[in-house]
């Protein structure tokens, strides 16, 4: 019998920007990829999206004046935690870049590391270091 789960796994998590030049170019350098689809196109986008991670999940970055809700500069939204290896690297390299801290280091237990930034264009970009993450990939690469 085949097991259901009724949440699958991450699939995109999606951003805003008011201004879709500068978030393409924040985010190319910070991830080391240019977006891999620009809606309606890579000179004038309204939708930009990257595959990152060893999944190849979907980050989205939306012009702000198509989100379903009010954004802005101040943080808010839901924070989504990306595994990194680094984790004071990461934190470093991304207010290094012009993020500013939202959560310091927090030791969670058991090997659970977080940290939160929010973005140049208010998004709050979750860090972790995930020790179930490490080993769910190990067994993966058996």
């Known amino acids: 019998m085949a097991t259901t789960h009724t949440l699958r796994g991450f699939a995109t998590v999606s951003f805003y920007a008011a201004d879709m030049a500068a978030a ?4 190319t350098e910070l991830l ?12 004038n986008p309204a939708y930009l999206e990257f595959r990152v991670g060893d999944f190849q999940h979907e ?6 004046k198509y989100a379903p809700h009010q954004t802005g500069t101040a943080a808010g939204g839901s924070i989504m935690y990306w595994h990194v290896d680094k984790l004071e690297e990461m934190l470093e390299r991304v ?23 929010v973005d140049p264009f208010g998004n709050i970009l979750g860090l972790m270091y995930n020790p179930h993450y490490v080993e769910i ?4 690469k058996k």
């Open 59 to 64: 980050l989205g970055i939306i012009d702000s």
């Open 95 to 117: 207010k290094g870049m012009g993020a500013k801290e939202h959560e310091g280091i927090t030791e969670r237990g058991a090997g659970f590391v977080t940290a939160s930034v």
């Open 137 to 140: 990939l190990g067994t993966l």
């Open 24 to 27: 393409r170019k924040w985010y």
């Open 32 to 43: 080391g990829i240019e977006p891999y689809f620009a809606k309606p196109n890579a000179e």
